[in-house]
């Protein structure tokens, strides 16, 4: 709102994040050191950096992330628009909760890593299936989240709304959307992260390029460096991503008007 201050970012929680990893880093690195793992089957800190900054000169790395961005960007938009188009739906309407809930919880229990031979006969080997496994694996949350912000705005803002004589999309457009929008970059943000993740599994199944790819390459040639390295940039990529959407979701958080005193 206007006049309103911006609520500062934290710094603290990032520190004590990179702390964290610094000392698993540090550890990892002493056990190379000392013998007491075998380098072999676990490589090194070291060794993974190096790995990595020869991927980087030889372009290796750029490719890949190029390559698993524009799937998961793909992807992902296609999970978002879907998920909440739908999640409002469900939240609102009775009739499309009792529609959509058998697939919402197949959706939670299936294995959908199990039907990937069912994508490759649909759509073949390459992105589009890498493409529908990340779609089926984020939609489901961004789902889930939005339609149980939807739920829970106060019936008596609705009820009071309907009695001034609002219409259904007045309610929809002040009411329903601006009370439920946290709820719906909750939702996305753990969407965003469980599509980067069907990406990563679509691409070592059916991939030819990628991160997963990479990683599934590498693997079987058993160069546990640079198939390490590849694991640590979709690791950095996770968290920068799910960073980013978690600080747009603290910036509309502050610009949301208040909706009954939430």
Known sequence: MKGERLPSV?????????LSLAAL????????????????????PSRVATALVAQIRAGILGRDVATSMEELGIGFAMAAFAG????????????????VNPFVSIGYSAPFVALYPVFTV?????????IATAFLL?????????????????????QVARSFG???????????????????MAGLRLGLGQTLLGVIIGELFVGNAGLGYEISYYGGLERTDQMLAAVVVTGLL?????????????????????????
């Open 10 to 18: 934290n710094p603290r929680p990032l520190v004590l994040g990179l």
């Open 84 to 99: 909440v188009a739908v999640g409002l739906a469900v939240g609102r309407y009775r009739t499309a909760e009792y529609a």
């Open 166 to 184: 609002a219409r259904e999309a007045q309610i929809f457009y002040k009411i329903t959307l601006p009370a439920s929008v946290k709820a719906v």
């Open 238 to 262: 996770g968290i920068v991503l799910t960073g980013l959407v978690g600080l747009i979701e603290r910036q509309i958080d502050a610009w949301r008007p208040d909706i009954g005193g939430r």
């Open 25 to 44: 880093a540090g550890l990892w690195q002493l056990l190379a050191a000392t013998g007491t793992v075998n380098t072999f089957l676990t490589s090194s």
């Open 138 to 158: 984020g939609v489901f949350p961004i789902v889930v989240n939005t339609a149980r912000g939807v739920k829970g705005v106060d019936p008596k803002l609705v």
């Open 122 to 130: 649909l759509f073949g080997l390459g992105r589009p299936t890498v």
